[in-house]
């Protein structure tokens, strides 16, 4: 199973940006769609972006699409989420996630294996 470790969380002030990273363990990392989804207190874990295994194909959460641009370098093990435009309310532990099924990438239920999460506040 991948093991994940994301970093590059922090504070920001509302309409700042961030770049989360995502490391990958493992030789099977371009076998995998690759996925950010975020959690808000009290709230469910939700899909934000998602890429497929060659990275040619993306998938975005509507609320993201235009600000946010996920990317990834299969030689490196790593993902990306270039946040921009930031919102308050988009403050969250935002999750690495990797799957099989990039076609059910938005859903939970498909996700094989989640990193530790990291931590982004927007302040207003």
């Known amino acids: 199973q991948v093991q994940l470790v994301e970093s590059g969380g922090g504070l920001v002030q509302a309409g700042g940006s961030l770049r989360l990273s995502c490391a990958a363990s493992?030789?099977?990392?371009?076998?995998?769609?690759m996925c950010w989804f975020r959690q808000a207190p009290g709230k469910e874990r939700r899909f934000v972006a998602a890429?497929?295994?060659?990275?040619?194909?993306?998938k975005y959460a509507d609320s993201v699409k235009g600000r946010f641009t996920i990317s990834r370098d299969n030689a490196k093990n790593t993902v990306y989420l270039q946040m921009n435009s930031l919102k308050p309310e988009e403050t969250a532990v935002y999750y690495c996630?990797?799957?099989?099924?990039?076609?059910?990438?938005?859903?939970?239920?498909?996700?094989?294996?989640w990193g530790q999460g990291t931590q982004v506040t927007v302040s207003s």
């Open positions: 996630a990797a799957t099989t099924s990039y076609s059910s990438a938005t859903m939970r239920e498909a996700i094989d294996g």
């Open positions: 493992g030789r099977t990392f371009r076998t995998y769609a």
């Open positions: 890429i497929n295994g060659s990275g040619g194909s993306t």
